[in-house]
Each structure stands twice: as C-alpha cells, then as structure tokens.
C-alpha cells in the first residue's frame, strides 16, 4: 500500500529524530547523483538487517544531512520515470529480482526528499547485491558476517518446537484438573462458546482451544496440561519453574520446584511468593496508603511470558527469585525476539512472530496471557501507577531477565509521579531511569531537558529543579542543590579567599575546604578531579601559583 505524503511526514521527522543512524535506516546528502553500485549494497545491507531485527522495512534516504540531519534537497533523478526504472536496474542484482517496496518524492519546503522502502529479507534468504552479502555494524557498511547470514538461512527450516506431535502420547497423560480448569478458562475469554463447551468432549475442547491438532497431543498440550509423570514426553527440555527465596545478602534461605501442567503451576509459585501489605504516606495526607507489594498481574504476567518465550530446546529451568528487600526477578532463556523493551512499549501492537506460536496461541484461548504483546506495557503501567520503579530487562546471554521491585525506590521520584499525572509514560520510563543513575540516552536528555525534568552534566543527570519546584516541597528542593551544587565561580572565590586569608594553602587545605561542599552527586574521584580542574582554571586566569613542588603543592596569590 502506497503511503501519503501526510503518513510519510511523521515517518521522516522520526528517523531524523532519532540520535544516530542504525542498521535499518541511512540517510545521504546525494546533492546531484548517487552511485548505483552503493544504492545496491545498501539495498542489501538494510534489507538483511531489517529481517535480523524483525523490522518488515527499512529506509534509505537521499536529501538529508546525516550530521545535523538537516534537509538540504536531492537532484537525485528528478524525473519520475528515471526513478521508477531503479526498481528494474536494483532487482537485475539483487536475490530474487527483490526490489525496493515503494520510491517516495517528497517536495517539502527545505528541498526534495527522496525516500526508499526496502523490504525485509524474506525467510531464509539473505540479500545479495550482485553475489555479495552486505549488513552493517552500526553506522558502517560491511559484509553481512557468516552468524548473520546462517541465522537468517535457518529460519527457513525453523519448525515450532512447541506444534510438535508427540504420537506415544494419549490424552490420558494429561492431568484431569488442569483440563477443568482450561475449560474454565477458555469460557472466560469466551463466554460467547460457554454453553457450546459444555456440549464437548475432551478431544473436542483440546482441538477446539489449539492444544491438540486433529486429537494428536502436542507439546504444547504436555507442557500446560500434562501429568506432573508426563514430562518425560517432551524431554531433555526441563519442564518446571523453579522459586528460590534469597535474603538481602543473596543467600539462599527457601526453594520449590513446581513442575508441569504448568497452567496449574502458576497459581503454585503464585502462592510461594510473600505478597504482603506495603505502607507508605500518600501524597497530601498524614495517612498511610496500603497496597499489595506486587500487583498480582504482574507477577502473573512475567511468569505466563517466561512459560511463552522459554527456549524449551535449551534444556534449561524457568526461574522466579524472590529476596527479601522487595524484588522479583524472573528469568528464561532465548534472546528477547522484538529485540528492545523500548520498542514493544512504543509499538504497542502484537509481535510479528513468536518463538512458540503454537503455545502462545493455546496460552492466549486460556487466558494465561492478557492479550498477545500488550501485557509487558501494562507492566509498566502498574509500577507507575504506584510510584513503584519501572520493571528493569537485562537480555544479556541469550537470556531474559525482569526484575520487579515491589517498593519506592526514591521518594522524591513517588513524589513528582504523585504530582504530576500528565507525565507521559516514556517520561516516567526516562525519570525512571535517572533515578537509578542509568544510562540515558542523548535523545531522551534532550527531551528531559526541554521539560525542565532533568538538570546535570553527562553522565551526572539528576532531577531538575524545575520538576521539584512544581512540587512545592522545600526538603527537595535542598536536595536538589546538594546535587547540582553551586555555580564553578562560587568555588573559585572560596579558593581566592581562603587564600587572602593564610596567604597559602596547600592541596589537603584545600580539600577540607571545597571536597564536602562539591555536588552530592559526584563520586569521590570525581570531586577530586573537579577541585583539580578549578586549580588549574585559576593558576591559566592568572589568579593563583603553586610556590611548591609537582608532589607538594602550595598555592598562593599571584
């Protein structure tokens, strides 16, 4: 479907948004021309990349400066005519004869735009650019590496492990309380069938709900509604969920292995975990507010998504650690397949594709997971909700790791939440994020700091006075300034006038005198590094001398 101009304009604003160019969009200037020979290697990189990161497009666009991301206008084959027979001259090339999606013109006010809708690389295929695979590291064009082009090929014999047929397996093997219950289910999600259901035979339901294909019991049906003996069929996967209680120190104190139907074990480690009542004052009142440490859906939802996306093929548990300082972390294993949480959250829509369709249909008809890609931005709607902190993701070793805190982290972060109930989710995720001395991005400073959110300097960002004035609260705002501290200037004439004082000082003097007063924010070596770069401010100024040596330092006046 070809796209408006209207549809195109936000497309562009976005991707020159963005804070540096990635694997699935390239802009260039082509002023007059551009060469063909690199149209098509970056036809075949950003087509190879979008399939990696499950993309179903990728853009390429000439009239815009990377630096800067000014448009400055293409004379790039002004003729309509030209333009288009570049779909014939690319697919000569190209894998397939694959070619671009769509060629877009776009005569905006700064110039003209030219926009390329490359298309994924299907299935299985890898691009080639007359017999050469290309990708990109990042910003750069490079060969696509031999893992790159071997992941992309296995997808074409990629089977769904969880769809498989076990044929010694019978519906005896399955437990009879778990069916009930998947029939409870099932009618709950949908009651329009509730009557009709109760009319079924077991194989009836089991077909009916995608459990069991034509009768034949599958994984999928072993795994959610299998005998606890039954595990056997889908071995050498680990079919259990492990819960493990820690203590602040990380000792282990308590543990259960639950294993299969797992749409039974869920309530199980459900019930292990210490859900207790959690106090704390509530915004503008003496009063304690009273929730639950963990908002029950939450921990549903991590536990169901684990069941989903687990890489049963790794043999490997699905583990739920509690610790007694108020945190949940859930983990399984096989890398994250949207690729980033941030990108869920923004979508906001269902996954292209699945590890385990199959069990994640059969888990959605029972209700073990809320709707099919939605249910980890509701995670984060439920933490913000009670100014808890945002779930953390660690996707690091081919593993998926959430971590749930079940507490306030920082007041003053509940505060300005309390406080400020227009804040946009992505803001509180940004806020979030400073709380915790996390990386942010440059793109998200710049939008932190245009709302007055955020004050500081790389990487020391920290929550801006303009945000801690809305909330009127003066403790807050002294802590803002023991963040931020005080103007360089201010340092310097403290220096300048201890020193009109004792006529010298030396480097511990000085120390004593400035060290404690520095930014709150700032580590040790950093404060060290900061009376340094006040010293040496002052000695280029003019203002002061060191009158001892390299290793004994004193200062004076000059």
């Known amino acids: 479907m070809n796209l408006s101009k209207e549809q195109l304009l936000p497309i562009l604003n976005d991707l020159r948004d963005q804070p540096a160019e990635n694997e699935v969009f390239e802009f260039k200037e082509a002023n007059r021309g551009y060469d063909f020979t690199k149209i098509g290697r970056y036809f075949s990189a950003l087509s190879n990349e979008a399939n990696l990161k499950g993309q179903p497009f990728a853009w390429l666009v000439f009239g815009v400066k990377d630096n800067g991301r000014t448009i400055i206008g293409s004379s790039f084959r002004t003729s309509r005519a030209d333009l288009d027979s570049l779909k014939s001259e690319i697919a000569n090339k190209i894998t397939n004869r694959i070619t671009f999606m769509e060629i877009y013109e776009l005569n905006l006010a700064?110039?003209?735009?030219?926009?390329?809708?490359?298309?994924?690389?299907?299935?299985?295929?890898?691009?080639?650019?007359?017999?050469?695979?290309?990708?990109?590291d990042g910003q750069e064009l490079s060969p696509l590496n031999l893992e790159e082009i071997e992941r992309i090929r296995s997808q074409a014999t990629r089977e769904d492990w969880s769809a498989m047929i076990i044929p010694d397996a019978e519906l005896e093997d399955l437990d009879p309380k778990a069916i009930l219950k998947a029939r409870e289910n099932f009618k709950g999600k949908f009651p329009e069938l509730a009557l009709e259901t109760d009319t079924w035979d077991d194989l009836t339901f089991l077909n009916k709900a995608k459990l069991t294909i034509k009768g034949k019991i599958t994984r999928t049906a072993i795994l959610l509604l299998g005998r606890?003996?039954?595990?056997?069929?889908?071995?050498?996967?680990?079919?259990?969920?492990?819960?493990?209680?820690?203590?602040?120190?990380?000792?282990?104190?308590?543990?259960?292995?639950?294993?299969?139907?797992?749409?039974?074990?869920?309530?199980?480690?459900?019930?292990?975990?210490?859900?207790?009542?959690?106090?704390?004052?509530?915004?503008?009142?003496?009063?304690?507010?009273?929730?639950?440490?963990?908002?029950?859906?939450?921990?549903?939802?991590?536990?169901?998504?684990?069941?989903?996306?687990?890489?049963?093929?790794?043999?490997?548990?699905?583990?739920?650690?509690?610790?007694?300082?108020?945190?949940?972390?859930f983990s399984n294993y096989g890398d994250f397949i949207p690729g980033s949480v941030e990108k869920v959250i923004k979508e906001d829509a269902p996954q292209q594709h699945y590890r385990n369709p199959f069990l994640a249909i059969a888990m959605f008809n029972l209700r073990m997971v809320d709707t099919i890609g939605g249910g980890i931005k509701k995670m984060f709607i439920f933490q913000s909700q009670r100014y808890f902190p945002m779930p953390e993701y660690d996707l690091s070793d081919n593993n998926v790791k959430v971590t749930i805190t079940g507490k306030v982290l920082d007041l003053d972060f509940a505060r300005i939440l309390a406080r400020n109930p227009d804040l946009t989710l992505n803001e509180i995720i940004c806020l979030d994020k400073v709380q915790k001395r996390k990386p942010v991005q440059d793109?998200?400073?710049?939008?932190?700091?245009?709302?007055?959110?955020?004050?500081?300097?790389?990487?020391?960002?920290?929550?801006?006075?303009?945000v801690l004035g809305k909330t009127g609260d003066d403790r807050l705002k002294a802590q803002y300034i023991k963040h931020r501290g005080f103007d360089d200037e201010y340092y310097k004439n403290m220096i300048l006038e201890y020193l009109r004082k004792y006529k010298e000082a030396t480097r511990k003097d000085l120390e004593t005198l400035l060290i404690a007063k520095l930014p709150e924010i700032l580590n040790e070596q950093q404060k060290q590094i900061k009376l340094s770069n006040l010293l040496a401010s002052l000695r280029k100024r003019g203002k002061i001398q060191n009158i001892g040596t390299v290793y004994k330092s004193r200062y004076a006046l000059v």
């Open 110 to 136: 700064e110039g003209r735009v030219v926009m390329f809708q490359v298309p994924a690389a299907p299935q299985g295929i890898p691009i080639a650019f007359d017999g050469h695979y290309y990708g990109r």
């Open 228 to 329: 606890e003996e039954s595990e056997h069929f889908v071995t050498p996967s680990d079919a259990k969920i492990r819960w493990i209680l820690k203590d602040q120190n990380n000792i282990e104190k308590d543990y259960e292995i639950v294993n299969i139907p797992f749409l039974l074990a869920v309530d199980k480690v459900f019930s292990k975990i210490r859900n207790l009542t959690y106090r704390y004052l509530k915004e503008g009142t003496l009063f304690p507010d009273e929730v639950l440490t963990y908002e029950p859906f939450i921990i549903r939802e991590a536990l169901n998504n684990c069941i989903a996306h687990q890489d049963y093929t790794k043999c490997g548990r699905i583990n739920a650690v509690e610790f007694e300082n108020g945190r949940l972390v």
């Open 443 to 466: 793109k998200e400073i710049i939008t932190l700091k245009k709302k007055g959110m955020i004050s500081g300097r790389k990487p020391n960002y920290f929550l801006s006075d303009i």
